[in-house]
């Protein structure tokens, strides 16, 4: 009997080979297409908007990072917990955790799914790069400043990082956890994006828009890695996340269900 390879091509007649994809992938590949696009026209348009100044745009800015700075500086408690938020959440911080989690996936066999969290890392790194050469912005300018930020500001290096970390952290865990283990990633992992993004705005280090700008490309850069892997290698990020789950469920049951004491192993039925 004929078994479909896994890259979905078949034979048609004449001995060529046509490819074609799952539904579910192809659902997946308009929507990380889509999702990506809407990212980056986004994040372009308030580009734009920065560099021409749109006043509506830039009174805000003003406005909140000018009330942020007073309250920071009556109040240098509360300023030194901000600071120890932005020392957590540095972008070497999460591409550190990143890359050690790629480096597990690696161990694991899991290959593409370790190049994927790798890319993101280094992709949000790239266009957090990219976007302070393309405008060189300077951050807010205070005469008693309580935090320095460095060179250019757009997008906030930071809330990328970190809004890029926290959704590839929570992609690998949804899939396999229950509604209470989702409800605590996902608050966790929001708690942590719109922290950080607070932190930069609140230190006086960022503007509002940057942060902004930083979490629309977040929406982009995981999406548009996703479509690049989807396209180049059609199902791979599938198996290799089953391929995970059945190669460290055993050590989970293990720590979660450990055999009671005095206890003797289960013997195969099958064996005599």
């Known amino acids: 009997m004929h078994q479909p390879s896994d890259s979905g091509?078949?034979?048609?007649?004449?001995?060529?080979?046509?490819?074609?994809?799952?539904?579910?992938?192809?659902?997946?590949?308009l929507r990380c297409a889509g999702a990506a696009l809407a990212g980056a026209a986004l994040c372009a348009v308030l580009l734009v908007l920065v560099r021409t100044g749109w006043t509506p745009l830039a009174r805000l800015d003003s406005g909140w990072t000018a009330g942020l700075h007073r309250y920071a500086v009556r109040h240098p408690v509360w300023t030194a917990a901000v600071q120890t938020l932005a020392d957590l959440g540095a972008p070497w911080v999460l591409r550190t955790l990143l890359g050690a989690v790629a480096l597990w996936q690696w161990v694991l066999g899991a290959r593409v799914l370790a190049a994927w969290t790798a890319a993101q890392a280094l992709?949000?790194?790239?266009?957090?790069?990219?976007?302070?050469?393309?405008?060189?912005?300077?951050?807010?300018?205070?005469?008693?400043?309580?935090?320095?930020?460095?060179?250019?500001?757009?997008?906030?290096?930071?809330?990328?990082?970190?809004?890029?970390?926290?959704?590839a952290?929570?992609?690998?865990?949804?899939?396999?956890?229950?509604?209470?283990?989702?409800?605590?990633?996902?608050?966790?992992?929001?708690?942590?994006?719109?922290?950080?993004?607070?932190?930069?705005?609140?230190?006086?280090?960022?503007?509002?828009s940057d942060v902004l700008a930083a979490w629309l490309a977040a929406v982009a850069v995981p999406t548009g890695v996703t479509l690049a892997v989807e396209l180049w290698l059609p199902g791979r990020l599938g198996r290799d996340a089953l391929l995970l789950r059945r190669r460290t469920r055993p050590r989970v049951q293990r720590v979660l269900a450990p055999p009671l004491p005095g206890s003797a192993p289960e013997r195969d039925p099958g064996r005599s």
Request: hydrophobic share 50%; glycine share 14%; with cysteine.
């Open 9 to 29: 091509a078949a034979a048609a007649p004449g001995g060529r080979r046509e490819t074609h994809r799952h539904p579910f992938q192809r659902r997946r590949v």
């Open 123 to 167: 992709v949000a790194w790239l266009a957090a790069g990219a976007g302070r050469e393309l405008i060189d912005r300077a951050g807010p300018r205070f005469a008693d400043p309580v935090a320095l930020g460095p060179g250019g500001t757009f997008p906030s290096g930071p809330a990328l990082a970190s809004a890029v970390a926290c959704g």
């Open 169 to 208: 952290l929570l992609a690998l865990v949804w899939p396999r956890a229950d509604r209470a283990v989702r409800a605590v990633a996902g608050t966790a992992a929001a708690v942590t994006v719109l922290g950080v993004g607070w932190s930069g705005i609140a230190l006086g280090t960022h503007w509002p």
